[in-house]
């Protein structure tokens, strides 16, 4: 039972990123075109922990689709740095609306507190279609 619960989990990882790639193919947006920010790397909140985290799978499944990603997260940059090799097509940025520059999308892959109260007007202004996958 545990190893289904464990299968389970590594697909709902990956899912998150089907769906982004289906919505950037079901707007006409060829993956080498298209920016996903995400913000959130670690595994869980306050915390710098990325081992297992969901937005490395995301990440990973994006960039082998020839997507560009523009990464924040409050403190887990580094980690995620190291855990993915720095790869081409991937930015990280200083700042939360920074990864906002021009993305077809926005990826929330942890819940971090300060991602609870966007700005939504300032989101809409930064990106070139204002859609939101929470994960």
């Known amino acids: 039972m545990l190893n289904a619960?464990?299968?389970?989990?590594?697909?709902?990882?990956?899912?998150?990123?089907?769906?982004?790639?289906?919505?950037?193919e079901g707007a006409n947006i060829m993956p080498d075109q298209a920016k996903v920010a995400v913000w959130g790397l670690a595994f869980k909140p306050?915390?710098?922990?990325?081992?297992?985290?969901?937005?490395?799978?995301?990440?990973?499944?994006l960039l082998e689709s020839g997507v560009n990603v523009?990464?924040?997260?409050?403190?887990?940059?580094?980690?995620?740095?190291?855990?993915?090799?720095?790869?081409e097509g991937l930015t990280f940025c200083d700042c939360n609306y920074d990864a906002l520059k021009s993305a077809?999308?926005?990826?929330?892959?942890t819940e971090w507190g300060e991602f609870r109260q966007p700005d939504f007007d300032r989101m809409t202004e930064l990106m070139e279609f204002p859609v939101i996958f929470d994960g």
């Open 5 to 24: 619960v464990d299968e389970l989990n590594e697909r709902q990882k990956g899912s998150l990123a089907k769906k982004i790639l289906a919505h950037l």
């Open 46 to 61: 306050n915390t710098d922990d990325v081992r297992e985290a969901p937005s490395l799978t995301v990440i990973r499944e």
């Open 70 to 87: 523009c990464a924040f997260d409050p403190v887990a940059t580094e980690n995620t740095r190291r855990a993915l090799c720095d790869p």
């Open 104 to 109: 077809h999308v926005l990826a929330i892959c």
